[in-house]
């Protein structure tokens, strides 16, 4: 695609729910990258990949968050028996080795209520 | 990450420079970025230095000096729309990026 393409945009949801956020890279980018945003806060790096690889998952704040990859295609975030302190934005980038850039969704907003 | 260091907040006034400064420790550094961040709006690239020196692009340019562990971005002639949260962030390692908590630049008139 064009860019970046994240949803749901928004989303509700009630404690102890789980619930998947999706990213479609831009067509042809290797990395992709998912960051969580709480509201006035900086970009809480949370994992990245090459390609359907994971090699740094350091940034997942606990087990009831994972993410999965395939191919060098979509990405889905999947947070587990949600909690009101995973309320923020879940930010997607993608890029490409021979770029120095990394472009950004639009985010996935997450209320937990 | 709290391997880089940024001011939280900064208040300047329209058509005057500006300096936001980026410190940051690292063992794998191929790089540093600088995004700007509108309040409600996804981060959007401004520059990325990986050589020492100052890269220039119109009214923004960036400083970079890799054996200080140092960066700024220098904004020129501020204008309103300038009032933004400016994101420094680390290339390390192949293709890691993390950010930093981001400077807050309030433009006044």
């Known amino acids: 695609g064009a860019g970046v393409s994240q949803s749901p945009s928004n989303k509700v949801t009630e404690k102890g729910k789980d619930v998947e956020l999706r990213c479609d890279p831009i067509s042809g980018h290797t990395a992709l990258y998912w960051y969580r945003q709480r509201l006035g806060q900086g970009l809480e790096f949370l994992i990245y990949?090459?390609?359907?690889?994971?090699?740094?998952k350091s940034g997942l704040p606990s087990d009831r968050f994972s993410a999965e990859r395939t191919g060098e295609s979509v990405s889905t975030l999947t947070i587990q028996r949600t909690q009101q302190e995973d309320s923020a934005v879940y930010l997607c980038a993608s890029s490409r080795v021979a770029e120095n850039t990394i472009y950004f969704g639009e985010g996935s907003w997450l209320t937990v209520v | 990450g709290q391997n880089i260091d940024q001011p939280t907040e900064m208040t300047a006034t329209e058509g005057a420079i500006v300096q936001i400064n980026c410190t940051y420790q690292?063992?794998?550094?191929?790089?540093l970025f600088w995004y700007q961040q509108h309040a409600g709006e996804a981060p959007t690239f401004l520059s990325y230095n990986v050589l020492d020196g100052l890269e220039e692009k119109g009214r923004f340019s960036s400083f970079l000096s890799r054996s200080k562990g140092y960066s700024y971005l220098l904004l020129k002639e501020l204008q309103m729309k300038d009032s933004a949260s400016y994101l420094c962030?680390?290339?390390?390692?192949?293709?890691?990026?993390?950010f930093g908590t981001g400077t807050k630049l309030q433009v006044i008139p």
């Open positions: 990949f090459q390609g359907n690889s994971a090699p740094d």
């Open positions: 962030a680390l290339l390390e390692g192949y293709q890691k990026v993390t």
């Open positions: 690292t063992s794998g550094f191929n790089g």
